[in-house]
């Protein structure tokens, strides 16, 4: 008896969903969304500014987006990404409905919901799209883990209380902790 062939889902499907719903689509699969906690959504809107000011400060050419931002990681129609925050340095890549191809340094905030897919599926798929540089942000165990997939250095791991330097921009560095107190 032949075995019942799983529906693979396309970015129609994702615009087709009802107002309001978030979901994510990674080869092929649903991912639905919860709405971000309290504390994912005053961590990721620091972040964002603290990178804001920064490329501002510094007359830099990248963007930086905040979620919902959407990523379509592999220009194809089966993979469709919110990371919670988005720093894309090619604007050839923007358009009005998101970021084709590969942004260059992408941070997720995780939730217990999520954690599986940011630190399994997200990390594969990012580093084989060629992101530069990839955060995984974790409230509940106040740690941040670091991909800088640009320069093969592997995994940082670091705590909020620590200056965690940007691969992408030399010299500058968030200290987690004192975005949040």
């Known amino acids: 008896m032949p075995l019942s062939k799983e529906r693979l889902y396309t970015t129609d499907d994702i615009y087709t969903l009802p107002e309001g719903k978030r979901a994510e689509l990674i080869d092929g699969q649903i991912f639905d969304?919860?709405?971000?906690?309290?504390t994912h959504q005053i961590?990721?809107?620091?972040?964002y500014a603290a990178i804001r000011n920064?490329?501002?400060?510094?007359?830099?050419?990248?963007?930086?987006?905040?979620?919902?931002?959407?990523?379509f990681l592999n220009e194809d129609?089966?993979?469709?990404?919110?990371?919670?925050?988005?720093?894309v340095c090619s604007p050839?890549?923007?358009?009005?409905?998101?970021?084709h191809g590969a942004p260059d340094w992408l941070i997720e905030v995780v939730s217990p919901a999520t954690q599986s897919r940011d630190?399994?599926?997200?990390?594969?798929?990012?580093?084989?799209?060629?992101?530069?540089?990839?955060?995984?942000?974790?409230?509940?165990k106040?740690?941040?883990?670091?991909?800088?997939?640009?320069?093969e250095i592997g995994t940082g791991l670091y705590s909020f209380d620590d200056d965690i330097p940007v691969s992408i921009y030399p010299g500058f560095s968030i200290k987690i902790s004192d975005l949040i107190s």
């Open 33 to 38: 969304m919860a709405p971000p906690s309290t």
């Open 43 to 47: 961590i990721t809107g620091e972040l």
């Open 54 to 71: 920064y490329i501002r400060k510094n007359d830099g050419s990248c963007k930086p987006y905040i979620s919902p931002f959407a990523v």
């Open 77 to 87: 129609d089966q993979n469709y990404l919110e990371p919670d925050v988005s720093v």
């Open 92 to 99: 050839d890549k923007i358009d009005e409905k998101g970021c």
């Open 119 to 140: 630190y399994g599926i997200k990390l594969f798929k990012y580093r084989t799209a060629g992101v530069r540089e990839y955060w995984i942000v974790n409230p509940m």
């Open 142 to 151: 106040k740690i941040v883990n670091v991909y800088d997939f640009e320069n």
